[in-house]
Structure formats: structure tokens, C-alpha cells
């Protein structure tokens, strides 16, 4: 009995010192702590000015910045709307052409077509079983298109904001460059993330907005709105494969007033004041820089000095783009083995995702 006792009592003294020291041969899980950016951009129509300076830009400069940047051309997108089949495979192309001339590097980041990584949709589908319709209806730019389109409005299109927060959670993105017109969306991603980190635990990270520097660039027909691709006033938008020649009848042709003095004053001369933005924005040089420099030039004549200085800041994109989009097999292959990448990422997220959902 004794024996049993002391027996009894170096078993406890055991059980005691392991609890203290823990086990010996598990290690303690690690805190995943690399961060992720994600982007994407849809593959109709050929980017303008705009895009350039308010997205594409910031996107080269991000490579440097982060180890883990992700681009995707989000081609499910842009079936909200008709597409012409043969037309949407080449703007793909065209599209991986153009970022591949404006600096995005496959080395450096993971560039691939959205549709090859199913994962996006997959996801999508759970999370958009978990938000109330009132939450997309009530989104500015469902607002805006549905007014448009009156009753023509299809499901995809008020559902498209739950597949772009797809598109960012199932890499477990931690940042996103945005525009000011993404505001609400990005706002929506983080209420999906954190519905489903209530409902089964923490997983997803809460992404954060990087916002772009340039704000937005105004049409250079109507300065109240933004350039914008699908614009019907040929002149209003400056596409980064404009000729010389049709980037400088633009300009030529932007409203400005009659005031003829070079300034910067958003709320009162808009239409200059885009010019100047512009100007600053491809040079290089501050607002004030740009303004100082110009001391003494009419509106005329400043005109077509921005129009040299988008010339300049193009010209060498454009070459590339021509050469580029003259292999598509490379195009094709940049795009395959980038998918592959992505879906290395994806996968693993989404795999988890089903598991704690219960889909097996």
C-alpha cells in the first residue's frame, strides 16, 4: 500500500513538471506575418491616363515594397456586362501587355487571369450566403449602374462587390491599393472578413486600403467627372497607347475657362486645375513646382506643354506594348504560370475555409 502511494506520488510530481515545461515535441504554432497586397483590374478597354497614374503606377512601386503582390486581371467581372467573346480573349492579352510594359515584373509579383484560379468563385458563393441583400443595394456604384440600366441590372452586377472581396480574402491579403472611389467596397470586405471570423473563429485578416497619392483624373471634356474608358466623348479620355498626334488634339481640345493664367483651384477652375495635376503627376515635380514654372503661360500654350509631357511619359510604354502584344505565346505563358502561383496561394486558404464551414 505504501509502495503504491509512493508510486502514486511520483506520477503526479511527473504530470505537475510536465504541465510547467509543456510538451517537449510540439512547437508552438507561428503567427503568419507576411503580408500580402492585392490588386486587380478588368481587361476591357485600354487604360488611360487615369488608370496609369491612379493604379498602375502605385502598382510598380509596391513590388519594391512588399514581398508577396499579387495582380490579377479579373476577366469574371467583366462578363457583368456583354462581351463579345473573341474581343474579351484578346483584350486578356492586350491587357497582360500593357502592365508587362508599365513595369508589373512576374519575377517580382504574381500576374494571372482571374478565371484560371477557381477558388475566386468558390469562395464567393460562401460569402455571399453570409450578406443581406439591403448591404449591396444599398453601394454607390449598384446605385449608379442600376440607375442607369434601369430594370436591365443583372444579379452579377449588384453581386460582383462579394467576388472582388473573394478576389483579396482567399490570399489572405493584408493590404489593397484602392482608389477613393473603392472606399465602400473595401469597407464590405472587411465587414465579410469579420462576419466569418465571428462565426468560425478567427482567420481571415482585416485588409487594408492603401490609398493611391493621385486623386482622381478628371475627364479632360467634363472636369465634374472622372476619365473613364467607356467616356463616349472620344476627346475626354487620354489612352496610354494615344498617338502623339491624338494625345495632343486632346489636350488641345481639354476645358479649361477664360481665365488664361496657369493655377491650381480645384473648387473654383477645375478644368485647369486637372491640367495641372497631370502635369505634376507625369513630371514628377509638385503642384507648386509646376505652377511656379509655368509663371506667364497662357492656357493655350500650357496645354501642349502637358500634352509633351504625357508624350514623353508614354512613348516609351507604348514600344513596349507594340512588341509585347506581337508574342502571344509569351503573353499566354506569363499568364499560365501566374495563375499557378496564385493558385498555390489559394488553394490552401480555400482548403480551410471548407473545413471550417463543414463542406468536405
Not at 462587390?161 to 473595401?186: F, N, R, W
Not at 502623339?244 to 476645358?255: D, S, W
Not at 488664361?260 to 513630371?283: C, F, K, M, Q, W
Not at 514628377?284 to 500654350?301: F, I, K, P, Q, Y
Request: charged share 25%; net charge positive.
Amino acid at each position: 500500500m505504501a509502495l503504491f502511494s509512493v508510486r502514486k506520488a511520483r506520477e503526479c510530481w511527473r504530470f505537475i513538471r510536465a504541465l510547467h515545461k509543456g510538451p517537449a515535441a510540439t512547437s508552438a504554432p507561428q503567427k503568419e506575418s507576411e503580408d500580402r497586397v492585392f490588386s486587380g483590374i478588368q481587361p476591357t478597354g485600354i487604360p488611360h491616363l487615369g488608370n496609369y497614374l491612379g493604379a498602375i503606377e502605385s502598382w510598380v512601386k509596391l513590388q519594391e515594397e512588399y514581398d508577396t503582390v499579387i495582380y490579377s486581371i479579373v476577366d469574371l467581372h467583366s462578363i457583368t456586362v456583354p462581351q463579345d467573346p473573341t474581343v474579351l480573349q484578346q483584350s486578356i492579352l492586350d491587357m497582360t501587355a500593357v502592365l508587362l510594359a508599365c513595369g508589373i515584373n512576374p519575377e517580382k509579383s504574381i500576374l494571372y487571369q482571374q478565371s484560371k484560379v477557381c477558388e475566386h468563385t468558390q469562395l464567393s458563393w460562401i460569402l455571399t450566403c453570409m450578406v443581406r441583400l439591403p448591404r449591396l443595394q444599398y453601394l454607390h456604384q449598384w446605385k449608379a449602374k442600376a440607375a442607369k440600366q434601369k430594370h436591365n441590372g443583372t444579379v452579377g452586377l449588384l453581386t460582383y462587390p462579394v467576388l472582388q472581396a473573394a478576389d483579396i480574402l482567399c490570399y489572405k491579403s493584408t493590404h489593397v491599393p484602392v482608389g477613393e472611389d473603392q472606399v465602400q467596397h473595401m469597407e464590405l470586405v472587411q465587414d465579410l472578413a469579420r462576419s466569418f471570423n465571428r462565426k468560425y473563429g478567427e482567420f481571415f485578416p482585416l485588409p487594408k486600403s492603401i490609398l493611391t497619392p493621385m486623386k482622381k483624373v478628371k475627364s479632360l471634356r467634363d472636369p465634374s467627372a472622372k476619365m473613364s474608358k467607356s467616356d463616349p466623348d472620344k476627346l475626354a479620355t487620354v489612352r496610354i497607347t494615344d498617338s502623339p498626334e491624338e494625345i495632343v488634339q486632346k489636350f488641345r481640345k481639354a476645358m479649361t475657362d477664360f481665365t488664361s493664367e496657369v493655377t491650381y483651384e480645384p473648387d473654383s477652375r477645375a478644368g485647369v486645375s486637372n491640367l495641372v495635376a497631370i502635369h505634376a503627376a507625369v513630371s514628377g515635380l509638385s503642384v507648386e513646382e509646376v505652377v511656379r514654372s509655368s509663371a506667364g503661360m497662357d492656357t493655350a500654350h500650357y496645354k501642349l506643354l502637358v500634352a509633351d509631357a504625357v508624350i514623353e511619359k508614354f512613348a516609351p510604354i507604348r514600344r513596349e506594348i507594340e512588341k509585347l502584344k506581337m508574342d502571344k505565346d509569351h503573353l499566354r505563358k506569363v499568364l499560365l504560370v501566374g495563375s499557378a502561383k496564385a493558385k498555390e496561394l489559394a488553394s490552401p486558404v480555400f482548403q480551410e475555409v471548407k473545413k471550417l464551414v463543414g463542406i468536405l
